[in-house]
């Protein structure tokens, strides 16, 4: 086990491996099967808030690229819209509050929630 957290770099915590079970549309993420968890990464207890958020930022992130290529993702549908304009709504909070730490990055979140709001409706 890691001694030290992989987001902010300090030790003396008690360490979370980070499984989400599902990602932010309800795709599997599961970074406890190790055969798809080639870096497995530990976080402290605040880090590990920062980084579920960090992961709904790639889900987000992800979608809005597809969805630039043509195909269908699941912003296609105003309700998830609505729900990742509303979690990164929260997450722009969290980065006003703390900074973000190392793993959240407020212009990428900033220009996430951007995009998603000039989404055709
Ligand atoms: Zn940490």
Redesign the pocket.
Same mark, same amino acid.
């Given at each position: 086990m890691a001694a030290c @957290?992989d !987001? =902010?770099g300090?030790g003396g915590f008690a360490l979370h491996k980070i499984s989400l079970g599902r990602d932010f549309f309800g795709a599997p993420y599961d970074r406890l099967t190790p055969a798809s968890d080639k870096s497995p990464a530990w976080? @402290?207890p !605040? =880090?590990s808030v920062a980084k579920g958020m960090q992961v709904d930022c790639r889900a987000i992130s992800a979608a809005l690229i597809a969805g630039e290529g043509g195909e269908k993702t699941p912003l296609d549908d105003a309700a998830e819209r609505h729900r990742a304009e509303a979690r990164l709504g929260e997450i722009q909070a969290q980065i006003a509050a703390d900074g973000g730490g190392r793993l959240l990055d407020g212009e990428w979140v900033d220009s996430l929630r951007k995009a998603l709001e000039a989404l055709p409706v």
């Open positions: @957290c !987001g =902010c300090q976080y @402290c !605040g =880090c």
